[in-house]
């Protein structure tokens, strides 16, 4: 298997632009979850999904966030409208089971809002 | 709400050196314990998964050990190289939340 593959990996663009991440998990994995990472915060748990489903949101900072699982193979996660306090390093990761397993993390997309 | 302490976040040491990090947890309620590396601009890697029941994991020149009553960690790098370098986090399951994470230690290992 090819890992956990994110796209893209670098992107820049200006405040107020829509930001769309894109997550590709492990075959077979059940879960997949989405982190975001700074130097202040460190790695923080945004959402993760069940069998495509949200399970539990409430690391989402605000409204503009939203994220999607519409299959097994594929999920987003959607920055609208992007500020400069949203530059960061995102991480998409998966799982057989949930809590507690060990998971299996993407290279990461480093976004950056001017 | 749990938290997750690394001490030191940087730690830099000469090339064959024996050394330890440091982790420690808030509550002690875990069922296991993750140990992750991160190298610059990279993903994380799992490294060892200690279960509650278990004190210590090895793989190769990395041994984890886990003392739930003190909510302490601790990963040991044997004859550490410089390709040893990266970020280490540890990372336990809390509530609601699959995974809680440290901030890491940031080890150098200097040939």
């Known amino acids: 298997d090819a890992g956990v593959i994110q796209s893209p990996r670098h992107e820049v663009t200006e405040m107020g632009q829509e930001v769309t991440l894109r997550c590709k998990p492990i075959s077979g994995h059940d879960y997949l979850f989405w982190y975001r990472q700074t130097m202040m915060r460190g790695l923080e748990l945004l959402i993760y999904f069940n069998n495509n489903v949200p399970i539990d949101d409430s690391g989402m900072p605000e409204d503009r966030f939203s994220a999607k699982m519409p299959n097994a193979s594929f999920s987003t996660l959607k920055i609208q409208p992007s500020e400069p306090r949203d530059s960061a390093v995102y991480f998409c990761a998966s799982s057989f089971f949930g809590h507690g397993d060990e998971q299996y993390f993407g290279p990461g997309t480093r976004l950056t809002v001017t | 709400k749990q938290e997750v302490t690394q001490i030191p976040a940087a730690l830099s040491v000469p090339e064959g050196e024996n050394l330890v990090l440091n982790c420690s947890f808030t509550d002690s309620a875990i069922y296991n314990l993750q140990w992750f590396r991160q190298d610059p601009g990279k993903g994380l890697t799992s490294l060892l998964l200690?279960?509650?029941?278990?004190r210590e994991q090895t793989s190769g020149r990395l041994n984890a050990s886990l003392d739930k009553s003190s909510g302490r960690s601790t990963l040991y790098i044997a004859a550490s190289q410089p390709g040893d370098s990266a970020t280490y986090l540890c990372a336990v399951p809390s509530g609601n939340t699959p995974l809680v994470f440290g901030k890491g230690t940031r080890l150098s290992v200097i040939a």
């Open positions: 200690i279960q509650s029941s278990q």
